[in-house]
């Protein structure tokens, strides 16, 4: 997810339909420009090179949703629209991309299913499937330590500054994993940040924004990406 702002302009978006990379164009209603999903950047129009600032977001099933959030109240589209996914028939097949064709490196499974972020050290893919094994890890990305905490169904993860903490796994409870710095012994909530318990108490973790991809989609964006599976 982007912030809507250009320095003091204020920008509106939709959906071009047209692909690039294989990955989908938005457009600003103000000045025309087309913008790639996947970085942000403006890469046609009176703002091309124009980058838009990342704020975090998160993508998980339903299901986990309403574990961690019990009391949402749900916008139902016109005639049941969003009720099944329009993709499945996609998300299954063998099919890359629209032409079926599209550069991959063969450290993933094209379609593999990784959680991307940038720091200024450059791109990092992490591989959800090996979060199902471990729910947490922890990566030096050469611009400091993140922390990657995994959901407790393992459909996504959410990633956390790592400050000068050392965490290691707590518990997992009531749809969330638990850390605990060895430091101090605080406890954390690993879906919010927040050190809940402890010395630590009411402390947070800055979040990092990432997002889900395919991997053959992540990777012809950012080929120099670091995976870790």
């Avoid at 605080?186 to 940040?193: F, H, I, L, R, T």
Wanted: proline share 3%; charged share 25%.
């Amino acid at each position: 997810m982007y912030a809507r702002t250009i320095g003091d302009r204020t920008l509106t978006f939709g959906v071009s339909g047209m692909l690039w990379r294989d990955n989908l164009i938005m457009y600003d209603r103000q000045t025309e420009s087309w913008w790639a999903q996947a970085t942000g950047q403006a890469i046609n129009g009176s703002l091309k090179g124009g980058v838009l600032t990342t704020v975090p977001s998160e993508m998980m099933t339903w299901k986990q949703w309403r574990t961690l959030h019990s009391e949402t109240q749900v916008l139902a589209a016109p005639g049941g629209r969003g009720s099944r996914d329009q993709y499945a028939s996609y998300h299954t097949s063998d099919r890359i991309g629209v032409t079926g064709r599209t550069r991959f490196s063969g450290v993933l499974d094209p379609k593999a299913r990784v959680l991307g972020f940038r720091t200024d050290a450059g791109a990092t893919a992490v591989f959800l499937d090996a979060l199902k094994r471990v729910p947490f890890r922890e990566i030096d990305t050469g611009a400091g330590r993140v922390v990657v905490v995994a959901l407790p169904d393992r459909s996504t993860a959410k990633i956390f500054g790592a400050g000068d903490h050392e965490f290691e796994v707590s518990r997992e409870e009531n749809g969330r994993v638990w850390l605990k710095d060895r430091k101090t012994g605080s406890e954390w909530d690993g879906y919010a940040g927040q050190a809940t318990s402890g010395p630590l108490a009411g402390q947070r973790l800055t979040e990092v924004s990432a997002y889900i991809s395919y991997w053959f989609s992540w990777r012809s964006f950012f080929p120099d990406s670091a995976v870790v599976k």
